[in-house]
């Protein structure tokens, strides 16, 4: 049996090793949750990188990007843009039932459920979408326009990055140009956002990038008379 010194030297070697430990352990901290940050947002990126890709073999086949919202021949409302994109970004045809609206029980099987193109963050906001297209006058989505990429800018904003939105990513639902938030910067971690360009770009934006100039580049004019390198570059944080 060790004697009282022998113990409450080997009781002093354990603490302080065990200290050491919970210093090492509590440097390291911050830099894991940097890490993991970074990789969302990466994945983040990728999500909107796929939405880009699919825009466009939407249009090759259409000769148009999609509608905001998708209505029958009479008028019905139908969907999101959103839903229509299911089959160009998965590159296979789901058995959906396009002529029958999104929450239909048809439908249900699949817009009941987070598609993570759009729901990024599904276990905190289930079925609501976090991506976002610019609607309103003017823009590449304006309702009752026909547009086509080859014929905008390529600098023009098609669509975002947001939080909490409430939206869920079958139903329509989007960001009219007259109604954006202060906070839409911020995005989905508070550091920034990301936006989709009508030539496939993705970029991050910190979050300190002026809201005014950010919004030029939401309408097929104000694309057409900015620069993004110029005007949005010095605040572009990634590029994909």
Not at 2 to 27: D, E
Not at 166 to 172: L, Q, R, T
Not at 190 to 197: A, E, I, N, P, R
């Amino acid at each position: 049996m060790a004697s009282p010194p022998k113990r409450l030297k080997m009781f002093v070697i354990v603490l302080g090793a065990m200290l050491g430990a919970a210093v090492v352990i509590g440097g390291l901290a911050p830099a894991v949750r940097a890490a993991r940050r970074a990789a969302r947002r990466a994945q983040y990126g990728n999500n909107m990188k796929q939405l880009g890709l699919g825009l466009h073999n939407f249009e090759d086949t259409y000769q148009r990007l999609p509608p905001a919202v998708h209505r029958d021949k009479d008028g019905r409302l139908l969907g999101s843009w959103r839903w229509r994109m299911v089959p160009f970004m998965e590159g296979i045809m789901r058995a959906i039932e396009y002529d029958q609206p999104w929450d239909d029980p048809a439908n249900q099987w699949l817009s009941t459920r987070p598609w993570l193109p759009f729901c990024w963050l599904p276990d905190e906001n289930g079925v609501h979408t976090n991506v976002v297209a610019i609607t309103g006058r003017g823009t590449a989505f304006e309702e009752g326009r026909v547009v086509r990429l080859k014929d905008i800018a390529p600098d023009t904003i098609l669509a975002v990055e947001i939080a909490n939105s409430s939206i869920p990513w079958a139903e329509p639902g989007d960001l009219d140009i007259e109604h954006v938030p202060e906070s839409l910067a911020r995005g989905v971690d508070g550091g920034g956002v990301h936006v989709l360009f009508a030539d496939g770009a993705v970029w991050f934006l910190r979050a300190d990038v002026p809201l005014g100039e950010l919004t030029e580049f939401f309408t097929i004019e104000g694309a057409k008379r900015y620069d993004r390198e110029q005007v949005l570059g010095p605040y572009a944080f990634h590029r994909k």
